[in-house]
């Protein structure tokens, strides 16, 4: 380690969802959103540009949105929806929880009830490293 | 008698929010960014960037607590376990045992605040 001030928390990591069967391992943590009394899966995607929010937690938060939509194109098609600002807290086991605020594309059609946390106004404003071989997922601010 | 010259749509300059959205479109969000501060020095008035402003922000910090995270992957094994029993159904599991489960959300939650579980459990639709 550099120093103990890198990051202020740390949380296992697992490599598959129940909401997606995929061929290869990715890494998902956990997050809680707003004042929502639970903890949700999220996949941490690097290449993403944009966070995406889980269908079903657009209705559970109540988020309204207006203004003009614009196309996403993400792996699971192109989709057209709404950039919206939520908070969002990194999960700790370990330290202390993250809390945040990003930016999530939401979308009518949006297919999957998982939400991916990508990098534009979410990834991009905190330190985070892994740690594979123990399954950790650290985090802190910048 | 002559007819006023009709202006179509495409003659007008793209405004600025349409060159945010073609950026964004393109994955360019630094491109976005760029539009986005240039209306902002220039002092533009035009509805719907004070939205764009807020969502093209980096992410703030709100603040710290301590820690009370449980192992994601207790939870998981739990529904690779198990999830096939209760398809259809909104399962909260916590520390990798079943916790409540429902026809719909809002009865999952109702559940959850009757039981008031001092942690947060894991909450998921089995497909």
Known sequence: ?142 | MPHAARITQTDAPPTYEDRIRERLERDDVKGARRILAEALQEGSTELGLAHWAEVLAPAKILGFRPADGTDIRDDIRWFDEHGRDYRGQWVAVLRGALLAHADSYEALRARLDEIAPTEYPLVHHVK
């Open chain 1, 1 to 142: 380690m550099l120093g103990d001030h890198f990051v202020q928390g740390r949380a296992k990591f697992n490599d598959h969802s129940p909401e997606l069967i995929e061929p290869t391992a990715k890494v998902y943590v956990n997050v809680r959103f707003a004042d929502l009394r639970e903890t949700y899966v999220a996949q941490l995607d690097t290449g993403a540009a944009w966070s995406v929010l889980a269908s079903s937690l657009v209705k559970k938060l109540g988020l309204s949105y207006g203004g003009r939509s614009f196309k996403l194109s993400t792996r699971f098609g192109v989709h057209s929806g709404h950039l919206v600002r939520i908070p969002i807290t990194f999960v700790a086991q370990e330290g202390i929880h993250l809390d945040t605020d990003g930016t999530f594309f939401v979308s009518n059609d949006w297919p999957l009830d998982l939400t991916f946390l990508g990098y534009s106004g979410l990834l991009d404003s905190i330190r985070f490293a892994l740690d594979p071989q123990a399954n950790h997922f650290y985090f802190g601010s910048s």
